[in-house]
């Protein structure tokens, strides 16, 4: 990795949630931003909204990895299992996929109007009535936030212990523009795919069923740490979170998510990366 040539300012923490370690931020004249991310694009998080009682999510979900097949890296899929009818355990499920963080995350963006169900960047498109928007116009909505430059490019470095299972996720926020809204804030998720596990489907129960990119937790609360340090092009913020892993999870399969998002009037996600937490 490219090394900052500036001296570090070390400032008082501007993130409010726990395991976490004072930022690093670095001015604006000089920055050389890391190698993973001095060629990134806008990165679009698309949040889907699901439960292993909904029979018409499969189709959602199916619809997700097409885009994700063409969108590549670009696209970032959560799936969130909220504490609604739809999410509450078959019989046949070995577990409860349902999380605080993703009940809260569901109210905070408002509900579906049906299912399947998602919300591109947690934009309010116009001609919409809320955030949430069926699948036949995730593509297009997609498509819309792609085409805008990235205000911000995201980093992530990790560090993860097999034997404690504890995980250290520095997240490198390298602002492009001048971000000028009132609350910023940095959300990290932890996702996992591969969790074979019972689900009804239009032909009935599927007890097999391959559920993907899973919302299994956070390291920040559900709206994500406030960001108070001022966000002018050419800023380097830099923070840490620690989190165990629940033995239930697959670490293998496990991805690290971090996103910019807004919690004012608009809730928009002005950026997105993923990484695995063990590199396949």
């Given at each position: 990795m490219k090394k900052f040539i500036l001296p570090i300012l070390l400032v008082v923490s501007i993130f409010?949630?726990?395991?976490?370690?004072?930022?690093?931020?670095?001015?604006?004249?000089?920055?050389?931003?890391?190698?993973?991310?001095?060629?990134?694009q806008r990165q679009v998080l698309i949040e889907e909204f699901t439960g292993v009682r909904c029979v018409n999510c499969p189709a959602g979900s199916a619809a997700i990895e097409d885009?994700?097949?063409?969108?590549?890296?670009?696209?970032?899929?959560?799936?969130?299992?909220?504490?609604?009818?739809?999410?509450?355990?078959?019989?046949?499920?070995?577990?409860?996929f349902r999380t605080p963080e993703g009940t809260a995350i569901y109210n905070f963006v408002g509900p579906p109007e049906g299912f399947p169900s998602a919300v591109v960047d947690r934009k309010k498109f116009p001609g919409e009535t809320g955030l949430q928007v069926g699948s036949p116009k995730w593509a297009g909505y997609i498509a819309q936030e792609l085409a805008i430059p990235p205000k911000v490019k995201i980093a992530i470095e990790k560090e993860y212990d097999s034997s404690t299972r504890n995980l250290k996720a520095t997240i490198t926020l390298l602002v492009q523009e001048n971000i000028t809204d009132p609350d910023v804030r940095l959300s990290?998720?932890?996702?996992?795919?591969?969790?074979?596990?019972?689900?009804?489907?239009?032909?009935?129960?599927?007890?097999?069923?391959?559920?993907?990119?899973?919302?299994?937790?956070?390291?920040?609360?559900?709206?994500?740490?406030?960001?108070?340090?001022?966000?002018?092009?050419?800023?380097?913020?830099?923070?840490?979170?620690?989190?165990?892993?629940?033995?239930?999870?697959?670490?293998?399969?496990?991805k690290i998510v971090a996103f910019v998002n807004l919690a004012g009037a608009t809730k928009e996600v002005l950026q997105v990366n993923e990484a695995y937490v063990i590199d396949p």
């Open positions: 409010s949630a726990c395991d976490e370690i004072p930022p690093v931020v670095t001015g604006s004249m000089g920055i050389m931003e890391p190698p993973d991310v001095e060629d990134q885009l994700l097949n063409a969108h590549g890296p670009r696209l970032v899929a959560v799936s969130i299992h909220e504490s609604q009818n739809f999410s509450v355990p078959l019989p046949q499920n070995d577990e409860d990290v998720m932890i996702t996992e795919s591969g969790i074979v596990d019972a689900q009804e489907t239009p032909n009935g129960l599927e007890e097999n069923y391959t559920h993907k990119h899973m919302l299994r937790g956070m390291m920040t609360n559900y709206d994500g740490s406030p960001v108070t340090v001022t966000l002018t092009a050419g800023t380097t913020v830099s923070k840490s979170f620690n989190m165990d892993l629940s033995d239930k999870w697959v670490a293998e399969n496990c």
